[in-house]
């Protein structure tokens, strides 16, 4: 037994050696490989879809910043994701959300102020300029960084008309033509359409739709030159005060009167949206020209090349075509990007910033990794054939299989050094659609950068009359369209702004004013 329990004991110690030369959990790590490992981030990015990081892009950018990068699952509902983040303060070392997302994590203090950080920052500091200005605080603090900024006159909302139904009613020199449709035009294709094909493939046939998961109201706020407030004197009110407000109601009402309005319009959600799209059952819808471009690729698939939704400039009754306002664009950006106060490696976060806002992170994020993707040819930047061919087709499809454009940080709208497009998936070879929508749309840019983070405060009183504003809205807005005469609407829209009134638009009104003319005068200065 001494003998048994001797071997059990001498057994039991090797095992224990073993294990702690394994790397067991509590064994200390030698210094040398400690100093090898390298540091990590851990990012948050709205736009994930979640995907993981580590495309050849991402390993990419991690092995020339030497920074390990995480990016956290964004889930299904990044929206929804990032408020529970925000909400339980379980959020990363860096994150990129949407601008008007970054103001309640500033005005919490999560917010690192990347001022003081600025000398070790030379590739922002060269790449965003005077930019840097319009992102400040008034007190001069730097929170957040834009993506996609700077100013991009291309094209972005409008009229978007299936090529080869409208071909056949109105002839081909018309549909190529760049001249605007007038609403009595439109009307009048809709209903022409609806007479020649009431069914498709033994469904119904769709007029004219839209989508609430997609940006589809700035689209018909153009054709009337509605903006993101009504601006008179310098002095801001709801954009439902604009004269051209009710007028433009009307127009969707009278559409959804005489059955050229899809019904379902109020419950579509996205992928209801796209399988009516790609149905071959829709005569038009107002978006985007990018929001559909897989379902103009799989409608080319199916019914050939000439079955694609093209961009069409409409005006509104009485609006002339200077007067359109289709072209809004925030120079600021899309998103914000910003280090959070639990980031635990500062000078890791610094590197990989100031690597992503250089031409070469840039560079390396939207054309590739030279010698794969992309190669000189003549001195000049040239994509893949392959590559080249993918983003004609299919972009979506093309970022899924490249990796390339999927991770888009501090983005700079415009063309580098070599006068080469940073965006070269969509300016070095435009698609016919994106081609068709900047030469017809030419003119309607505008900058939103003026307009935007003018509400409230977060916990103020005024914040709390904008949210019950915007519900009475939200509520309200759909109502309008839905109503079943002139009459009904028009009462409908004196009581949305009685009701908005009770709520302190007034009030909440006066503070858009003060923080706008308080920007302006700081953008002066």
């Given at each position: 037994?001494?003998?048994?329990?001797?071997?059990?004991?001498?057994?039991?110690?090797?095992?224990?050696?073993?294990?702690?030369?394994?790397?067991?959990?509590?064994?200390?790590?030698?210094?040398?490989?400690?100093?090898?490992?390298?540091?990590?981030?851990?990012?948050?990015?709205?736009?994930?879809?979640?995907?993981?990081?580590?495309?050849?892009?991402?390993?990419?950018?991690?092995?020339?910043?030497?920074?390990?990068?995480?990016?956290?699952?964004?889930?299904?509902?990044?929206?929804?994701?990032?408020?529970?983040?925000?909400?339980?303060?379980?959020?990363?070392?860096?994150?990129?959300?949407?601008?008007?997302?970054?103001?309640?994590?500033?005005?919490?203090?999560?917010?690192?102020?990347?001022?003081?950080y600025l000398p070790q920052l030379p590739a922002v500091t060269e790449m965003y300029g005077d930019m840097l200005?319009?992102?400040?605080?008034?007190?001069?603090?730097?929170?957040?960084?834009?993506?996609?900024?700077?100013?991009?006159?291309?094209?972005?909302?409008?009229?978007?008309?299936?090529?080869?139904?409208?071909?056949?009613?109105?002839?081909?020199?018309?549909?190529?033509?760049?001249?605007?449709?007038?609403?009595?035009?439109?009307?009048?294709?809709?209903?022409?359409?609806?007479?020649?094909?009431?069914?498709?493939?033994?469904?119904?046939?769709?007029?004219?739709?839209?989508?609430?998961?997609?940006?589809?109201?700035?689209?018909?706020?153009?054709?009337?030159?509605?903006?993101?407030?009504?601006?008179?004197?310098?002095?801001?009110?709801?954009?439902?005060?604009?004269?051209?407000?009710?007028?433009?109601?009307?127009?969707?009402?009278?559409?959804?009167?005489?059955?050229?309005?899809?019904?379902?319009?109020?419950?579509?959600?996205?992928?209801?949206?796209?399988?009516?799209?790609?149905?071959?059952?829709?005569?038009?819808?107002?978006?985007?020209?990018?929001?559909?471009?897989?379902?103009?690729?799989?409608?080319?698939?199916?019914?050939?090349?000439?079955?694609?939704?093209?961009?069409?400039?409409?005006?509104?009754?009485?609006?002339?075509?200077?007067?359109?306002?289709?072209?809004?664009?925030?120079?600021?950006?899309?998103?914000?990007?910003?280090?959070?106060?639990?980031?635990?490696?500062?000078?890791?976060?610094?590197?990989?910033?100031?690597?992503?806002?250089?031409?070469?992170?840039?560079?390396?994020?939207?054309?590739?990794?030279?010698?794969?993707?992309?190669?000189?040819?003549?001195?000049?930047?040239?994509?893949?054939?392959?590559?080249?061919?993918?983003?004609?087709?299919?972009?979506?499809?093309?970022?899924?299989?490249?990796?390339?454009?999927?991770?888009?940080?501090?983005?700079?709208?415009?063309?580098?050094?070599?006068?080469?497009?940073?965006?070269?998936?969509?300016?070095?070879?435009?698609?016919?659609?994106?081609?068709?929508?900047?030469?017809?749309?030419?003119?309607?840019?505008?900058?939103?950068?003026?307009?935007?983070?003018?509400?409230?405060?977060?916990?103020?009183?005024?914040?709390?009359?904008?949210?019950?504003?915007?519900?009475?809205?939200?509520?309200?807005?759909?109502?309008?369209?839905?109503?079943?005469?002139?009459?009904?609407?028009?009462?409908?829209?004196?009581?949305?702004?009685?009701?908005?009134?009770?709520?302190?638009?007034?009030?909440?009104?006066?503070?858009?004013?003060?923080?706008?003319?308080?920007?302006?005068?700081?953008?002066?200065?």
């Amino acid at each position: 037994m001494k003998k048994y329990l001797a071997i059990t004991i001498l057994f039991i110690f090797l095992l224990a050696a073993g294990a702690g030369g394994c790397g067991a959990p509590g064994r200390t790590m030698p210094e040398k490989e400690a100093q090898e490992q390298p540091p990590e981030l851990v990012l948050f990015d709205k736009n994930s879809e979640r995907h993981s990081f580590d495309d050849p892009i991402a390993r990419e950018i991690m092995r020339r910043t030497g920074v390990s990068i995480r990016v956290m699952d964004s889930t299904d509902d990044p929206g929804k994701r990032e408020k529970l983040m925000f909400t339980y303060q379980d959020y990363p070392d860096l994150i990129k959300v949407e601008l008007g997302a970054i103001t309640k994590y500033r005005d919490a203090g999560y917010l690192v102020d990347l001022n003081p950080y600025l000398p070790q920052l030379p590739a922002v500091t060269e790449m965003y300029g005077d930019m840097l200005s319009r992102m400040r605080d008034q007190d001069g603090s730097l929170y957040y960084l834009g993506n996609w900024y700077g100013k991009d006159p291309d094209a972005i909302f409008g009229f978007q008309i299936r090529y080869d139904y409208l071909t056949e009613l109105v002839g081909r020199e018309r549909a190529d033509s760049d001249e605007p449709f007038t609403q009595t035009e439109f009307v009048e294709l809709l209903r022409a359409f609806s007479q020649k094909y009431p069914e498709i493939d033994g469904e119904p046939s769709i007029p004219f739709t839209t989508c609430l998961d997609i940006a589809c109201q700035p689209a018909i706020q153009g054709m009337y030159g509605i903006k993101k407030y009504y601006e008179q004197d310098g002095q801001l009110s709801h954009p439902a005060r604009d004269p051209n407000y009710l007028q433009m109601i009307a127009f969707e009402n009278s559409l959804y009167r005489e059955g050229l309005l899809d019904k379902e319009w109020v419950v579509n959600r996205r992928s209801l949206y796209q399988d009516k799209l790609t149905s071959g059952r829709v005569f038009a819808t107002a978006c985007a020209y990018w929001d559909i471009a897989s379902e103009n690729a799989a409608l080319r698939a199916r019914y050939g090349d000439e079955a694609f939704f093209a961009c069409y400039k409409v005006l509104g009754e009485g609006v002339d075509a200077s007067q359109t306002s289709y072209g809004g664009r925030n120079s600021i950006g899309w998103d914000a990007i910003a280090v959070t106060d639990h980031c635990a490696d500062m000078e890791a976060a610094l590197k990989v910033i100031n690597f992503l806002a250089s031409e070469e992170g840039q560079y390396l994020m939207l054309w590739g990794i030279q010698g794969q993707d992309w190669d000189f040819v003549d001195n000049v930047r040239t994509p893949s054939p392959e590559n080249l061919a993918l983003f004609t087709q299919d972009i979506t499809q093309a970022v899924q299989k490249t990796g390339i454009r999927r991770w888009l940080w501090f983005i700079k709208n415009g063309n580098g050094s070599d006068g080469s497009p940073y965006d070269m998936m969509t300016k070095y070879n435009p698609t016919p659609e994106a081609s068709l929508a900047n030469r017809r749309m030419a003119g309607d840019y505008w900058d939103e950068s003026q307009y935007m983070e003018l509400d409230p405060p977060e916990g103020s009183e005024e914040s709390l009359m904008l949210y019950h504003i915007d519900s009475i809205y939200e509520k309200t807005y759909p109502r309008m369209i839905n109503a079943d005469s002139p009459k009904t609407l028009t009462e409908l829209y004196h009581k949305l702004i009685r009701d908005m009134e009770m709520e302190g638009l007034s009030r909440v009104e006066a503070l858009w004013t003060r923080n706008y003319q308080q920007r302006m005068k700081q953008w002066r200065d």
